[in-house]
Each structure stands twice: as structure tokens, then as C-alpha cells.
Nanobody, 122 residues
Framework: QVQLVESGGGLVQAGDSLRLSCAAA???????MGWFRQAPGKEREFVAS???????DYADSVKGRFTISRDNGKNTVYLQMNSLKPEDTAGYYC?????????????????WGQGTQVTVSS
């Protein structure tokens, strides 16, 4: 069993930066980790993912602005978000997949955190 706890969300202005953290409890060796977001009335969408070895994948909407990373020793995944835009406003969710490779489909993730809210004002 894996438990995920996100932190670092908040209210910021357009152009600001935030760093989200996702602390995992339990065995995540070889797991791929992902970040997803969901705005009110919209489906959950892929943001970024990273394999155990550090291979990454990004949604086009965040490429060049967001960076996903992980510290395997601390069992923690990060999402550095720069140049934030109002359209980035959403609940951000961390997820873990035992499949190990980068995945964009939320149905292929086994564990989810409770989420952290990011609100970007214009």
C-alpha cells in the first residue's frame, strides 16, 4: 500500500512560481510518479510524470514552465511551476503507478493523493 500526501499549493499571481511536493509512504521502488490537475467542471488532466530513473514527460500546456523531479531517498516527488497562468488554476494531484514507465492516462495509476489547490490570479 502506498499513501501520497501533497503540499505546497496556494494563491499566487500570474507570473509567480510555486513548488508542489508529494511525500510517499510505502514502497515506491520502481514506481512511476505523476502529477495531474482538475479544474471545476473539467476532467482530470495529465501534467507531468517521471520514472524511477528520472525519465520525464510533460503535457504541452506546461512544457518549458513546469519541472517534475524526484528524490528517491526521501520518497518525494516535486513539481516546480514557473510563469504561472490563470489557466493553471486547479486542484493538483500526485499519483503513483507500479507500471514504472511514464503514463498520461490516470486510469493506469494505482494510488492517488488528496490533492492541493493552486489558484492563480490575473
Amino acid at each position: 500500500q502506498v499513501q501520497l500526501v501533497e503540499s505546497g499549493g496556494g494563491l499566487v499571481q500570474a507570473g509567480d512560481s510555486l513548488r508542489l511536493s508529494c511525500a510517499a509512504a510505502g514502497r515506491t521502488y520502481s514506481y512511476a510518479m505523476g502529477w495531474f490537475r482538475q479544474a471545476p467542471g473539467k476532467e482530470r488532466e495529465f501534467v507531468a510524470s517521471i520514472t524511477w530513473s528520472g525519465r520525464t514527460d510533460y503535457a504541452d500546456s506546461v512544457k518549458g514552465r513546469f519541472t517534475i523531479s524526484r528524490d528517491n531517498g526521501k520518497n518525494t516527488v516535486y513539481l516546480q511551476m514557473n510563469s504561472l497562468k490563470p489557466e493553471d488554476t486547479a486542484g493538483y494531484y500526485c499519483a503513483a503507478s507500479s507500471r514504472g514507465y511514464t503514463l498520461r492516462n490516470p486510469a493506469q495509476y494505482d494510488y492517488w493523493g488528496q490533492g492541493t489547490q493552486v489558484t492563480v490570479s490575473s
